[in-house]
């Protein structure tokens, strides 16, 4: 693939930082320590334990998801996921990247043949009931998402969509309607689609849900909306060629993980921001911040030995947020690195008419396009922290397309492995999460885990 993403990383090192930063001699004296991580996690992964790694290569869930998408799934004006967490924001994620922006594209006859998609993540009922209220359920395709089948959130919005659908459609109608993503043979929605005769797709049970994107979780709502999921998949697998290398400086999810491990180790800067220059990759930024938080933050490491580590993943959108975030990046504490997502070729852009050239507070601006405005901003913001000896890295992407994409997506997701090797906890856990699932079965009722729901707070000890 010769279109590949770029990292650049200089303004993470010392001598960029006036004396600040990773000095480049503690970056070579990881180089072993990082071989050593490679070769952990490729063990781990040959054993089968890491298997995200695996779904670039998987060519029959690839053909399962678009016999689906592009046969029943055209049937349909609207697609909605019902999900929470890895179930959701890899949807979201790609659907920012990949599809909003292209609709303009596209003729008419194109515009009304893909679905337009909506993602469910949440179980307030002032959003899901009017949005129930509102669409055509006639016209619409729900795709449940849980590995487990058990997830309380997902299980209850399941409930509810399945409700409305069975008191709309006579018979079994309320089935072409549904389609579950879930674990290919356990748990209560693979039961139910057995019982029920649902249509189904499978995660793997060694591919966690925030490592999952490029599984049906994130494929089928991608290829449903006319995503290119073949160069998505070309690109990670273009990614992990590149992070085969056991050489720091060659494998850019190496370099990323060990920066930051550095950063937050040796530099105390625990808090990882990332800061999309591109609408489109907010939604990669927010999909990043539950992998590195869950991946990451944990109370004990592998030998079983309590650590509490982990650093902060936040996100920022350029230019906006330099007029409400920098501030406090440029000026106080020392203990953020910046991450930067960027792109070469946008695609489009705007000019900037001439106008009031009277006037050089708004002429300099005449004749340059938007474009090259969000670039400036981004380029400025970079110095100007490297100047205050603020740590900063960009990830540029020659372009945003489903093979960049892929590429980023299958690049974050290595790093995070590797960098649970760096931490030595391991990244494919989520026992703090699952503390508090079980204290929600117990306080809503399900059976066997009364006993978790523990005692009814003081209501003395309450705000009024």
């Avoid at 089948?149 to 309320?174: C, K």
Wanted: glycine share 10%; hydrophobic share 40%; with cysteine.
């Amino acid at each position: 693939m010769s279109d590949r993403l770029v990292l650049d990383y200089n303004n993470m090192l010392s001598p960029r930082l006036g004396g600040r930063g990773i000095d480049p001699a503690r970056l070579e004296a990881l180089a072993d320590r990082f071989a050593q991580a490679h070769a952990e996690v490729a063990r781990r992964r040959d054993a089968g334990e890491i298997g995200f790694f695996q779904l670039p290569y998987q060519s029959e869930v690839r053909e399962q998801v678009g016999n689906f998408a592009n046969g029943l799934g055209q049937a349909f004006g609207t697609a909605v996921v019902l999900g929470i967490g890895g179930s959701a924001l890899g949807a979201v994620a790609l659907r920012e990247a990949l599809v909003k922006p292209h609709w303009n594209e596209l003729d008419d006859d194109a515009r009304d043949y893909f679905p337009r998609l909506y993602v469910l993540d949440n179980v307030d009922p002032s959003t899901l009931g009017p949005f129930l209220d509102r669409i055509d359920l006639g016209q619409a395709l729900f795709n449940v998402i849980s590995k487990s089948g058990s997830t309380a959130e997902t299980m209850s919005q399941f409930l509810v969509v399945r409700d409305r659908l069975g008191r709309t459609f006579d018979d079994d109608g309320y089935r072409r309607h549904l389609v579950f993503t879930t674990d290919p043979e356990k748990g209560v929605l693979r039961r139910i689609a057995r019982d029920e005769q649902i249509a189904t797709l499978p995660i793997p049970p060694n591919v966690g849900g925030r490592f999952s994107v490029l599984s049906a979780v994130g494929l089928l709502p991608a290829a449903l909306i006319g995503i290119d999921i073949d160069a998505l998949l070309a690109g990670a697998r273009d990614m992990d060629e590149r992070c085969s290398s056991t050489q720091l400086r060659e494998n850019p999810a190496g370099l990323f993980a060990v920066l930051q491990y550095l950063a937050d180790t040796e530099q105390r800067a625990p808090m990882h921001v990332m800061m999309s220059y591109s609408d489109r990759l907010h939604g990669v930024a927010d999909w990043f911040r539950q992998l590195w938080a869950e991946s990451l933050g944990k109370e004990k490491n592998r030998a079983g030995e309590t650590v509490n580590v982990g650093p902060t993943p936040l996100k920022a959108m350029g230019a906006t947020d330099q007029h409400s975030q920098v501030q406090l990046y440029m000026e106080g504490p020392y203990d953020k690195t910046i991450t930067f997502l960027t792109v070469d070729q946008r695609g489009e852009d705007l000019e900037v008419p001439k106008a009031y050239e009277d006037m050089p507070e708004l002429a300099y601006l005449g004749g340059h396009t938007m474009g090259e405005l969000l670039s400036a901003e981004r380029q400025a913001t970079a110095r100007a922290l490297a100047h205050r000896g603020r740590m900063n890295m960009t990830l540029r992407l020659p372009r945003v397309d489903a093979g960049g994409i892929g590429q980023l997506l299958m690049m974050l997701q290595i790093a995070t492995v590797y960098a649970g090797e760096l931490y030595g906890v391991d990244p494919l856990d989520q026992p703090g999460v699952e503390l508090g699932k079980q204290l929600t079965y117990g306080l809503m009722g399900r059976p066997g885990y009364q006993a978790e729901a523990g005692e009814a707070p003081d209501p003395h000890w309450m705000s009024e």
